[in-house]
């Protein structure tokens, strides 16, 4: 089992479609946690961390956490065609600074 | 432009020689990471600087693989007597904090 397993898609969703997208992770040991959207040919660009349970919102965009459950979502509101790109998540453990990611979710909203 | 930035942008390489990338980081960030990347995975974890001291090396940093960051300022990763199996994204990160990593444009190497 991976330590952080993220389903691959493809996800096709309708522009202004909220979208989810989620992780599972196996490690108890994970602190913090981040999600990334990486454009095709172009290094991750970091969108949301977080390091508690709840909810994190930033204008379109809200991140979730649920340690109990070692589940993370990111949630997209409005989704623009400009959304379009892989997103990965990413996790570390308090005293290590070794991010280990998802294999990223391709999603494409189609206009 | 004040983001992390990486030289080259791409690189192909015939098997069997050594490969030299370069990594500047954002200037006021102490700590600089190397990642892997191969198509349909996310990054991996290759090795970590606080300055100028490598305190973290994963298992996948093969004794070809040798990573420096003089002066605690950029950084280079070099891959001797390359495989083809060293095709990759090389991707350079900076932070002051472990929970907001920020993320260079990367290096494609293609080993012929």
């Not at chain 2, 991707?91 to 080993?111: E, H, I, M, N």
């Amino acid at each position: 089992q991976k330590e952080v397993e993220q389903d691959p898609g493809p996800l096709s969703v309708p522009e202004g479609a909220i979208v989810s997208l989620n992780c599972t992770y196996s490690n108890s040991a994970f602190q913090y946690f981040m999600w990334y959207r990486q454009y095709s040919r172009k290094g991750p660009e970091l969108l949301m961390y977080t390091y508690s349970s709840g909810n994190k919102e930033d204008g379109r965009f809200t991140a979730q956490v649920d340690k109990s459950s070692k589940y993370i979502s990111l949630f997209i509101r409005d989704s623009q065609p400009s959304d379009s790109a892989t997103y990965l998540c990413a996790m570390s453990g308090a005293g290590s600074y070794q991010l280990t990611f998802g294999k990223g979710t391709k999603l494409s909203v189609i206009p | 432009d004040t983001g992390v930035s990486q030289d080259p942008r791409h690189k192909i390489t015939k098997r069997g020689q050594n490969v030299t990338f370069r990594c500047d980081p954002i200037s006021e960030h102490n700590r600089l990471y190397w990642y892997r990347q191969t198509l349909g995975q996310g990054p991996e974890f290759l090795t970590y600087f606080q300055n100028e001291a490598q305190l973290e090396k994963s298992r996948l940093l093969s004794d070809r693989f040798s990573a420096e960051r003089p002066k605690g300022s950029f950084s280079t990763l070099e891959i001797q007597r390359t495989e083809q199996g060293d095709s990759a994204m090389y991707l350079c990160a900076s932070s002051l904090r472990p929970d907001t990593q920020y993320f260079g444009p990367g290096t494609r190497l293609t080993v012929l």
